[in-house]
T-cell receptor, first 118, second 110 residues
Framework: NAGVTQTPKFRVLKTGQSMTLLCAQDMNHEYMYWYRQDPGMGLRLIHYSVGEGTTAKGEVPDGYNVSRLKKQNFLLGLESAAPSQTSVYFC?????????????????FGSGTRLTVV | DQQVKQNSPSLSVQEGRISILNCDYTNSMFDYFLWYKKYPAEGPTFLISISSIKDKNEDGRFTVFLNKSAKHLSLHIVPSQPGDSAVYFCAASAWQNFVFGPGTRLSVLP
């Protein structure tokens, strides 16, 4: 059982280049999330999805786009990378949202993608 | 302005002693709280949660305490073990999504 898998693990981009980060989960989770982590700051939510074909903006969505064409995959795109997007990106998933009465708490996170934009 | 604060960037504790990690929040609408542990080069892993209808939740060596009037929660680890050395994040939610604190690095010394 792989859980949440992120690819790639590392990437260096030049300013203005584009790329897509892939998140795949094999737990049949409905909810998926993209976070970024920067030094001295907590994880900040970029975009999330509450089911196949749905996406929504999080706290810091500017400069990013996402797609959830298949339930198991959540893609994060950077159309024109900027040095401010240098960060570690984490994908997470959960079976339900926390407003569900049966929610047991917690997300399953991937191991992260370290992105450097030069 | 950060809604979830962890004012101690780091903490060192002797093996076998108690570790107390603190978290403060500003949004009175937060009603569910989580603690995560993170090792280097890995994603965060869920540790323990607490709802605002409780003031304590316990799971083995880990206990989370919530003081709603003070907008403060703490994670107690007893006894602390070297394998507990990691970065600990608290997170709070008012509805759907969680806001994370910046983390506290715990070092458990043998």
């Amino acid at each position: 059982n792989a859980g949440v898998t992120q690819t790639p693990k590392f990437r260096v981009l030049k300013t203005g280049q584009s790329m897509t980060l892939l998140c795949a989960q094999d737990m049949n989770h409905e909810y998926m999330y993209w976070y970024r982590q920067d030094p001295g700051m907590g994880l900040r939510l970029i975009h999330y999805s509450v089911g196949e074909g749905t996406t929504a903006k999080g706290e810091v969505p500017d400069g990013y786009n996402v797609s959830r064409l298949k339930k198991q995959n959540f893609l994060l795109g950077l159309e024109s990378a900027a040095p401010s997007q240098t960060s570690v990106y984490f994908c997470a998933s959960s079976y339900e949202g926390r407003q569900a009465a049966s929610w047991s708490g917690g997300y399953t996170f991937g191991s992260g993608t370290r992105l450097t934009v030069v | 302005d950060q809604q979830v604060k962890q004012n101690s960037p780091s903490l060192s504790v002797q093996e076998g002693r108690i570790s107390i990690l603190n978290c403060d929040y500003t949004n009175s609408m937060f009603d569910y709280f989580l603690w995560y542990k993170k090792y280097p080069a890995e994603g965060p892993t869920f540790l323990i949660s607490i709802s605002s209808i409780k003031d304590k939740n316990e799971d083995g060596r880990f206990t989370v305490f919530l003081n709603k009037s003070a907008k403060h929660l703490s994670l107690h680890i007893v006894p602390s073990q070297p394998g507990d050395s990691a970065v600990y994040f608290c997170a709070a939610s008012a509805w759907q999504n969680f806001v994370f604190g910046p983390g506290t690095r715990l070092s458990v010394l043998p």
